[in-house]
């Protein structure tokens, strides 16, 4: 615990509070809260009753409101702490309630009704957590399924994704040939077109293929990313010429040299691109959307979206499933992230 | 069988020349060196001939066959690279095992090869290493292994010994000359150092951008350099250059004046030289000697004497700013800002005309 308190109060020179400390302090304290801030309060919302959800102010935490069994009352009753005429505040049971004025009961006195009006009292609540938001789903909602092609679809296109990438990366850094600065030129450009552009064109091709209302619909088009050609190419260029030449002499023809020289060499770059098409074909929304129409073949976050009805939203459940789907990618950053920073940092390197 | 012809081969980057109409003969287990200032194309003539960059024009021939176009692989040839270019991310004896693989040798007969290369060449305690773990030397001797277990025609190096330090570059010059005795392959070696080429060569092949200056013995290139490029460039320290003039020519004598008085007699068979023609007097720094002041001796002020012992490097200047760099075997040498006498011998002077090129005596 002393750590930690040394480890929040670090100054620079470690005496006195200079401003710069200060400033840094706050900085960084507002980065956590603006940072975690969403996803603590998604975690904790995740865990809330619908009611609690639509409750204003609203809570960072979940609770329940106690309830207690009281003789002569089959179902259990609602307790709040109410503030009584005399002053004195008690716990009391709620039986029912009209308009403004609660009929309630001691449950030590269960036939004294006492009448509260609603101003005077707040439930009595625990932390609690309703964990049914998330086993609900499990049961009623075609979770596996989902995961399923989910998992399907991040893992075939960020295989592609690595594999088309990369040779078009060896391409570019590693062979001399008119209009390759032209080609590399336009794959970069190609990042300022976002996929509300072409979506409707993209739709059209997709469609023309056959690949409509299919999974690999939604792989295929999002395989070849500008991102991470950029990404490998400036990372191969790094890789010394020599190797290449020494492995030409060795009689290593050009597949195996992209295979088993420059591929292994670019690991740290592949595990980047890896981590960034994970996240962003799970993350995937529009896409499959547009593509998939057949229930069965729904990605979690277009299933989640079945939530969202158009009258009513069922709140409490896409909390839960947005948590649960969060979690690979966060496994994701937690094991990986290493790579991230050494692998983005070795990319500006030439 | 290893040898390997150069015919009129020519290398243009776009408009830029880098090689002029190279003609070279490379006999069978010849050590060759190709020596040269850094960016006179050597490099390139290496990669040519290993087949990794294509001539805009010319023959290579290996054993007479032309391979002019023939990929690099196919050419049999190993080569050594400056920066080792070694795998990273394989071990040792997969460094090793690479190229043996890729033309699907038997595993037994690859085991079989890298046994005996790492024996040879002292590198069997690393096999299980990365070449990261490995130090400059011992990487040296590992990129060498793996040109020796392909058991090429002829081995290319590359500068093999620039990343060493001094003293690891002397052994290793030692080892390979030793290598080159053992296996008696061809072997076509680069650098930039006149002194490895001095001491690895068979033959030398001196380069000045893209050119061919010449070709001969190490000691032919020292006692009898064909221009002053040469001359220049092979011996250490260099050999002194003075202005001259051309006082009479005869059909074997050639008589010049140079600074300070400097008078000789330079023995050159039929020579086109006239009298008051500009030339070139070369004389090596070991060849000039002490002199007590008697007749025939030019007087020199010592600019820096640096005694190393057995010998004295003596800096001076003749006539105003003609700089002499002299090898005394001797330490009693004046200092600084002294006067001295020193004597050139005429029978060790070089003569070159006022094209650079070299009048030959004998």
């Known amino acids: 615990m002393s750590g930690v308190a040394t480890f929040l109060t670090r100054r620079r020179g470690g005496r006195g509070w200079h401003w710069t400390d200060v400033v840094s302090w706050l900085w960084l304290a507002g980065g956590l809260v603006i940072m975690f801030g969403p996803a603590v309060w998604l975690l904790g919302s995740s865990f809330k009753t619908p009611a609690q959800l639509a409750e204003f102010p609203p809570t960072i935490l979940p609770y329940v409101s106690q309830q207690a069994t009281v003789e002569g009352h089959d179902k259990p009753l609602t307790l709040y702490r109410v503030k009584l005429p005399d002053g004195s505040t008690k716990v009391l049971a709620e039986v029912r309630r009209i308009g403004i004025v609660a009929q309630m009961v001691d449950p030590k006195a269960p036939n004294e009704i006492v009448k509260v009006n609603i101003a005077n009292r707040e439930p009595v609540r625990e932390i609690g957590l309703a964990t049914e938001n998330y086993t609900e789903p499990f049961v009623h909602f075609d979770f596996l399924r989902y995961l399923r092609n989910s998992v399907f679809v991040t893992a075939m296109a960020t295989l592609i994704t690595l594999l088309t990438n990369s040779m078009a990366a060896f391409a570019l850094s590693k062979y001399r040939f008119r209009g390759r600065d032209l080609t590399m030129l336009l794959i970069v450009g190609t990042l300022m077109v976002p996929l509300s552009v072409i979506l409707v064109p993209l739709y059209s091709v997709v469609s023309a293929v056959g690949l409509l209302d299919s999974l690999w619909g939604v792989i295929l088009p999002t395989v070849a990313t500008p991102t991470g050609v950029f990404l490998l190419r400036q990372y191969m260029l790094t890789i010394p010429d020599e190797l290449l030449d020494a492995a030409r002499m060795d009689n290593a023809s050009e597949w195996q040299i992209y295979w088993r020289i420059v591929l292994p060499l670019a690991a740290p770059a592949l595990a980047v691109l890896a981590i960034f098409s994970v996240v962003w074909r799970w993350n995937d929304f529009l896409w499959p959307l547009v593509v998939l129409s057949r229930k069965e073949l729904y990605t979690l976050q277009v299933g989640l979206n079945t939530y969202a009805g158009q009258l009513n939203v069922q709140w409490h459940y896409i909390l839960a499933m947005t948590v649960v789907t969060m979690i690979p990618v966060v496994l994701v950053f937690v094991f990986l992230q290493r790579y991230i920073t050494s692998g983005i940092a070795g990319t500006g390197l030439k | ?362």
Do not use: W
């Open chain 2, 1 to 362: 069988m290893g040898r390997i012809t150069l015919t009129d081969i020519d290398r243009a980057y776009g408009k830029i020349k880098i090689l002029h109409n190279i003609n070279l003969d490379v006999g069978d287990g010849e050590m060759l060196v190709l020596v040269g200032p850094s960016g006179c194309g050597k490099s390139t003539l290496l990669r040519l001939i290993a087949g990794l960059d294509r001539p805009t024009g010319g023959k290579i021939e290996i054993d007479g066959a032309d391979v002019t176009e023939v990929s690099a692989a196919r050419r049999g040839l190993a080569m050594v690279f400056q920066s080792y270019a070694l795998y990273p991310h394989m071990s040792v004896r997969q460094n090793l095992a690479f190229g043996l693989e890729n033309i699907r040798m038997p595993k037994a007969e690859i085991d079989a090869r890298i046994t005996e290369a790492a024996r040879m060449l002292d590198i069997a305690p690393y096999l299980d290493r990365r070449p990261g773990q490995l130090s400059g030397g011992q990487k040296q001797r590992v990129a060498i292994g793996r040109a020796v277990v392909r058991n090429p025609t002829a081995f290319l190096l590359d500068e093999p010994l620039s990343n060493l330090d001094a003293e690891l570059r002397i052994s290793t010059r030692a080892e390979l000359a030793a290598l080159h005795k053992r296996l008696a392959t061809t072997m076509i070696y680069v650098t930039h150092d006149q002194v490895e080429a001095m001491t690895l060569a068979d033959r030398i092949v001196v380069m000045r951008s893209g050119r061919i200056e010449q070709v001969g013995r190490p000691l032919d290139l020292y006692n009898a350099p064909a221009n002053l490029f040469v001359a220049g460039f092979i011996g250490a320290p260099r050999m002194n250059l003075l202005p001259a003039k051309v006082r009479s020519a005869s059909g074997t004598q050639v008589h010049v004046e140079g600074p300070g008085g400097l008078s000789a007699a330079i023995a050159a068979d039929g020579t086109a030289l006239k009298p008051g023609d500009e030339a070139t007097l070369g004389i090596r720094p070991h060849d000039i000697e002490l002199s007590d002041g008697s007749k025939g001796s030019v007087e020199a002020r010592v600019t820096l004497a640096e005694a190393l012992g057995p010998e004295t490097v003596v800096h001076a200047t003749i006539a105003g700013d003609n700089r002499l760099v002299a090898v005394l075997k001797r330490q009693d040498v004046q200092t600084q800002g002294q006067p001295i006498n020193l004597t050139l011998p005429p029978e060790r002077m070089h003569l070159f005309d006022s094209t650079g090129l070299r009048i030959a005596s004998r």
